[in-house]
């Protein structure tokens, strides 16, 4: 059973949290419209992860800091969106979202309990990609998705 309970903040993260059931959305009616037509997974995961590269590449901050890559990943924005709990230790980075856009979409639109830990590690694949290009490992644990209370994320800043 999925347990996904949103915090009312305010219209603006409201109108945010909108704005990523949104696409979504349009992400899963994508996805099908592919599975349709004999496409596998793999054409979402290459496509989520160049935008991640893409994201990497141009809106963070190549700074070898990785506390400017928290503050920058975790910004107060995606942190209440995503009702985020967030430790940054040196260069270890753990976030537990309580609360997902994403999934919410995912099932307000129909898709199935079995479909939705799939669409979440394809969607994670964008992360993913962010952290490839910065050259962090990027490491997801528990998720709502799944039926986890949480969704685990744990970045590393890799070592020299």
Excluded at 35 to 64: P, V, Y
Excluded at 110 to 134: F, H, K, N, V, Y
Aim: glycine share 8%; charged share 30%; with cysteine.
């Amino acid at each position: 059973m999925i347990k996904n309970k949103v915090e009312f903040k305010s219209q603006h993260i409201e109108d945010m949290r909108n704005a990523f059931e949104h696409r979504a959305t349009w992400f899963y009616l994508l996805y099908k419209e592919a599975r349709k037509r004999g496409l596998t997974d793999e054409f979402a995961r290459c496509a989520i992860k160049k935008c991640g590269n893409f994201h990497g590449m141009n809106k963070f901050t190549h700074s070898g800091d990785f506390e400017v890559f928290h503050k920058e990943f975790v910004n107060d924005n995606v942190k209440q969106i995503f009702q985020m709990e967030d430790k940054c230790d040196g260069g270890n980075l753990s976030v537990d979202f309580h609360y997902c856009p994403l999934v919410s979409a995912w099932k307000k639109i129909g898709a199935l309990d079995e479909e939705l830990p799939i669409l979440c590690d394809i969607a994670m694949d964008g992360d993913r990609g962010i952290c490839e290009t910065l050259g962090f490992d990027f490491k997801l644990g528990k998720t709502i998705a799944k039926g986890d209370s949480i969704c685990e994320i744990r970045i590393k800043q890799k070592k020299d």
